[in-house]
């Protein structure tokens, strides 16, 4: 694998590759497939991020320690524990989100395509582009609809010709095209909580990312904009890689795959969800999900 994988962004120029079910149009960089794969061939399964003995400090504090864990591709993996176990800082080291903070450093491996993602040669703007991220509160930009969504796509240098189908097919995968197709040039701050959180899912997918994070993407949204996330997040299962942090067991449940359990910035246990939630290898799992602790 090149280095370019991560330090290039795919552009206009990219020749196209057929999608995965359910997605339409979806550019994809042909310098990421593997192993001399044929553009259009279905990729074996893979892991997507790998962390090996990763850490991450914030000064002297150890907020995550020493974790190891494979998070697989096109499946939704949750990460669950109590407030201040490192699970937001673990999801924001994904997309180097946490370089922002002067004191936080990493030890340890964090790869994304073969790639160290704290190597010195990636590029940390391009590799958002890869790896999107929803946060906790609601972000929009204070413009358009519109343009909240043509946004990344433009910094990518897509022709303007290109932007108005890029903004339909992302305001139709967040579940809110019907809603605002006639609003389109009126401020996004206009919007709803809920309807603000799937506009800002549809401008994280405009970029066409590989993988989404989304931290606590509900824990600001009444039951019933919480149900078009959760039923989003179904629709994209397979089509994406998902992380979700959540301190919501139930969502955990409904949503993931697999599931992450962390405690004081130690991953206690990682597995299937089902499986978790029912039969915990460890007894410290089973005391948090059963609610002697947290």
């Not at 552009?11 to 994809?28: K, T």
């Not at 490192?86 to 002067?102: E, V």
């Not at 401020?187 to 994070?213: D, H, T, W």
Request: proline share 7%; glycine share 8%; hydrophobic share 35%.
């Amino acid at each position: 694998m090149q280095t370019a994988t991560l330090n290039s962004p795919s552009g206009p120029e990219s020749a196209p590759v057929v999608a995965p079910p359910g997605v339409q149009n979806r550019a994809v960089d042909p310098v990421r497939l593997e192993g001399g794969r044929q553009a259009g061939a279905p990729s074996p399964p893979r892991n997507h991020v790998t962390a090996e003995n990763f850490s991450v400090f914030y000064g002297d504090h150890e907020a995550v320690r020493k974790v190891s864990l494979a998070i697989p591709e096109a499946k939704v993996t949750a990460i669950i524990g109590p407030s201040g176990c490192g699970k937001s800082t673990f999801l924001r080291a994904i997309n180097r989100m946490n370089d922002l903070i002067p004191s936080c450093r990493t030890e340890g491996q964090l790869v994304f395509d073969g790639q160290h993602i704290y190597s010195r040669q990636i590029d940390a703007v391009a590799l958002r582009q890869r790896i999107g991220m929803v946060f906790q509160k609601p972000n929009p930009f204070p413009k358009s609809i519109f343009d909240n969504i043509a946004y990344g796509p433009r910094l990518q240098g897509r022709r303007k010709s290109e932007l108005p189908d890029v903004v339909e097919e992302s305001l139709t995968k967040a579940a809110l095209w019907s809603e605002v197709k006639d609003r389109l040039d009126q401020n996004a701050l206009g919007l709803s909580g809920g309807q603000q959180q799937r506009l800002c899912l549809a401008r994280a997918l405009a970029v066409n990312p590989e993988i989404l994070l989304m931290d606590e993407p509900t824990s600001a949204l009444d039951p019933r904009s919480t149900a078009h996330i959760e039923d989003l997040i179904a629709s994209l299962r397979g089509s994406y890689t998902i992380i979700i942090v959540t301190h919501n067991m139930q969502q955990a449940a409904r949503v993931s795959d697999r599931t992450a359990f962390m405690y004081e910035g130690d991953l206690v246990e990682f597995g299937p969800t089902s499986k978790l939630f029912t039969k915990p290898k460890q007894k410290q799992t089973e005391d948090y999900i059963t609610g002697r602790f947290g």
